[in-house]
């Protein structure tokens, strides 16, 4: 089959012909219908330090996607061939502390897709059946390949309540505009959209159509936030860019006793002003990671059979897999929502 290899400990990536894998007694074989690119894979193309420590070549990367099952393992009882699934990244051992208490997605031995072991930019995908999302059969491939990402802010976002609460989002790619719209949906009074490319903050009233868009690049978003809300910030602040200056704004703007939610993922340690900002005001701080096994993915599913909200407009490129290298460029670039890739 076609794969996508990183093939050597520096940057770049092959496709390549590589065997099938063979599932073992607890996995399956999915067919891949579609596969999204995701910052993960830009880093591990361009090979920082981020990817040096963790991935270790030769490996198939790519995590996101939804396939078709043709093989299941002998110990697989919950999903049939032909079903249709969409795949969750984390890997849990399933023995540990987290995992025996419903935390899952932060098991202490978690392995991810596409990081850790064989990834999903390929023809075909060994993927453990514990990590299998069951989709509706006639579901859009490219919905289900879009759902992991989605996820990443649906978590983050429900560590509290949004709705009738005013809330500031930094960071509008992908998974900030998933997230937008989410918030949206649910119904909350006021919404601020932080972005410094053009590009990204034009496709945020696709996602939040009454949301307040702010460039930093412009203006002061903490001084605009805080203007708007009367001195007195917001109930719901979320980092998605990791971005050190938008997670101290995302402080800054936060309510006395109000709530933070950390999703983006810094490269270095942030300074934060904590007596001001945190301690005095009593506020709550949130990190969230990936998505909750399976809540948030039924947060998911129950937004979207409200018909209130669909994420398919963050799509804005398809191609075929072997264009990998010009989407990763692409989505590098920031010029662009979500890219798909078709095997
Ligand atoms: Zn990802
Ligand atoms: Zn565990």
Redesign the pocket.
Same mark, same amino acid.
């Not at 202490?108 to 596409?114: D, P, T």
């Not at 939040?208 to 460039?215: G, K, M, Q, S, T």
């Not at 990671?289 to 059979?305: A, C, F, S």
């Given at each position: 089959m076609k794969a996508v290899v990183k093939e050597k400990a520096a940057p770049g990536a092959r496709l390549m012909d590589v065997d099938v894998p063979a599932p073992g007694p607890r996995d399956v074989l999915i067919k891949v219908k579609a596969a999204a690119i995701?910052? /993960?894979d830009i880093h591990i193309m361009e090979w920082p330090p981020f990817a040096q420590a963790r991935i270790k070549p030769p490996m198939i990367f790519g995590? =996101?996607c939804s396939g078709e099952v043709v093989k299941v393992g002998d110990q697989v009882k919950n999903i049939a061939v032909g079903d249709l699934v969409a795949v969750e /990244?984390h890997i849990p051992d399933e023995t540990c502390f987290m995992c025996q208490t419903g935390l899952q997605h932060i098991c202490e031995k978690m392995a991810i897709i596409g990081v850790h072991v064989d990834g999903v930019f390929a023809e075909y995908a060994k993927i453990p059946a514990v990590c299998c999302w069951k989709l509706a059969r006639d579901t859009n491939p490219d919905l289900g390949a879009i759902l =992991?990402?989605w996820g990443?802010a649906v978590n983050g976002i429900l560590k509290g309540e949004v709705n009738n609460r005013t809330v500031a989002v930094f960071g509008c790619g992908p998974i900030g505009l998933m997230g937008l719209g989410s918030i949206h949906a649910w119904g909350a009074s006021k919404i601020f959209a932080v972005e410094p490319s053009e590009m990204r903050l034009s496709m945020v009233p696709q996602f939040a159509p009454d949301a307040v868009l702010i460039n930093p690049a412009k203006d002061n978003a903490a001084k605009v936030i805080l203007d708007a809300t009367g001195g007195r910030g917001v109930d719901v602040s979320i980092d998605i860019s990791g971005n050190p200056r938008a997670i101290q704004a995302a402080f800054e703007v936060v309510r006395r006793a109000g709530r933070v939610t950390l999703v983006g993922l810094p490269s270095e340690p942030v300074t934060l002003e904590l007596t001001a900002n945190v301690i005095y005001k009593e506020a709550r701080v949130f990190g969230s990671t990936g998505r909750m096994m399976w809540q948030t993915w039924y947060e998911m599913q129950n937004l979207m059979d409200s018909g209130k909200f669909d994420p398919m407009p963050v799509i804005t490129h398809r191609m075929p897999l072997a264009d990998f290298a010009k989407g990763i460029e692409l989505a590098q670039s920031g010029k662009a929502g979500k890219i798909l890739l078709y095997p």
């Amino acid at each position: 089959m076609k794969a996508v290899v990183k093939e050597k400990a520096a940057p770049g990536a092959r496709l390549m012909d590589v065997d099938v894998p063979a599932p073992g007694p607890r996995d399956v074989l999915i067919k891949v219908k579609a596969a999204a690119i995701c910052g /993960t894979d830009i880093h591990i193309m361009e090979w920082p330090p981020f990817a040096q420590a963790r991935i270790k070549p030769p490996m198939i990367f790519g995590h =996101e996607c939804s396939g078709e099952v043709v093989k299941v393992g002998d110990q697989v009882k919950n999903i049939a061939v032909g079903d249709l699934v969409a795949v969750e /990244t984390h890997i849990p051992d399933e023995t540990c502390f987290m995992c025996q208490t419903g935390l899952q997605h932060i098991c202490e031995k978690m392995a991810i897709i596409g990081v850790h072991v064989d990834g999903v930019f390929a023809e075909y995908a060994k993927i453990p059946a514990v990590c299998c999302w069951k989709l509706a059969r006639d579901t859009n491939p490219d919905l289900g390949a879009i759902l =992991e990402p989605w996820g990443v802010a649906v978590n983050g976002i429900l560590k509290g309540e949004v709705n009738n609460r005013t809330v500031a989002v930094f960071g509008c790619g992908p998974i900030g505009l998933m997230g937008l719209g989410s918030i949206h949906a649910w119904g909350a009074s006021k919404i601020f959209a932080v972005e410094p490319s053009e590009m990204r903050l034009s496709m945020v009233p696709q996602f939040a159509p009454d949301a307040v868009l702010i460039n930093p690049a412009k203006d002061n978003a903490a001084k605009v936030i805080l203007d708007a809300t009367g001195g007195r910030g917001v109930d719901v602040s979320i980092d998605i860019s990791g971005n050190p200056r938008a997670i101290q704004a995302a402080f800054e703007v936060v309510r006395r006793a109000g709530r933070v939610t950390l999703v983006g993922l810094p490269s270095e340690p942030v300074t934060l002003e904590l007596t001001a900002n945190v301690i005095y005001k009593e506020a709550r701080v949130f990190g969230s990671t990936g998505r909750m096994m399976w809540q948030t993915w039924y947060e998911m599913q129950n937004l979207m059979d409200s018909g209130k909200f669909d994420p398919m407009p963050v799509i804005t490129h398809r191609m075929p897999l072997a264009d990998f290298a010009k989407g990763i460029e692409l989505a590098q670039s920031g010029k662009a929502g979500k890219i798909l890739l078709y095997p």
